[in-house]
């Protein structure tokens, strides 16, 4: 079994920060291309920031120049730092990976449960 757990999420006050994790759980071969997503009440999921296998990273514009992506590859973790939130941020943020491979099995297109942030004015 593979999957992604979320943590971190919670309740902060604008200007405020939080990191989300995401750890990969299960005999880890590797993971190619993690991101995180949000959805916002009445809003479609979109992308937040991603992390290619080749360490470039992107950003989606209103987030650019608060939140960092990065992974621990030896913990198979991502992360998100996000700093001087704002209440336009608070969403339910996903975890998610394009491939993992595990024990000689590849899984494709895995999501996080979600982990609710919740940035109060």
């Known amino acids: 079994q593979v999957q992604l757990v979320e943590s971190g999420g919670g309740l902060v006050q604008a200007g405020g920060s939080l990191r989300l994790s995401c750890a990969a759980s299960g005999n880890i071969f590797s993971i190619d291309n993690m991101g995180w997503y949000r959805q916002a009440p009445g809003r479609q999921r979109e992308f937040v920031a991603g992390l290619s296998s080749l360490g470039s990273t992107n950003y989606t514009d209103s987030v650019k120049g608060r939140f960092t992506i990065s992974r621990d590859y030896d913990k198979n973790t991502l992360y998100l730092e996000m700093d001087s939130l704002k209440p336009e941020d608070t969403a339910v943020y996903y975890c998610?990976?394009?491939?993992?491979?595990?024990?000689?099995?590849?899984?494709?297109?895995?999501w996080g449960q979600g982990t609710q942030v919740t940035v109060s004015s």
């Open positions: 998610h990976a394009d491939r993992i491979t595990a024990d000689y099995i590849i899984w494709y297109d895995l």
